[in-house]
Nanobody
Framework: QVQLVESGGGLVQPGGSLRLSCAAS????????MGWYRQTPAKQRELVAT???????NYADSVKGRFTISRDNAKNTVYLQMNSLKPEDTAVYYC?????????WGQGTQVTVSS
């Protein structure tokens, strides 16, 4: 059973920063891609950022230039560095890992951007 465990969410003021972590229970290179998605009660889950096994990154237009996805292979962990946070970034953030056959999700971590 694959587990993805997110951490690092919390309350931050507009303009602030947070770093989310996603620790995988197995080698992250067993996934074709890993990424971060977010969801609010008013919206469907949406892509934030992805990172392929080959190192290619993809970002939602709304976070380009502010968010950075990265990984630590030795720790089997994927990160999402979020800078210049805005109130509209408030959401539950989910870690995702995709293989050819399966799609795995973490339990989510709440990010709230508010003054």
């Amino acid at each position: 059973q694959v587990q993805l465990v997110e951490s690092g969410g919390g309350l931050v003021q507009p303009g602030g920063s947070l770093r989310l972590s996603c620790a995988a229970s197995r080698n992250i290179f067993s996934f074709n891609a890993m990424g971060w998605y977010r969801q609010t009660p008013a919206k469907q889950r949406e892509l934030v950022a992805t990172l392929t096994i080959g190192g290619t990154t993809n970002y939602a237009d709304s976070v380009k230039g502010r968010f950075t996805i990265s990984r630590d292979n030795a720790k089997n962990t994927v990160y999402l560095q979020m800078n210049s946070l805005k109130p509209e970034d408030t959401a539950v953030y989910y870690c995702n890992g995709k293989t050819l056959r399966d799609n795995f999700w973490g339990q989510g971590t709440q990010v709230t951007v508010s003054s």
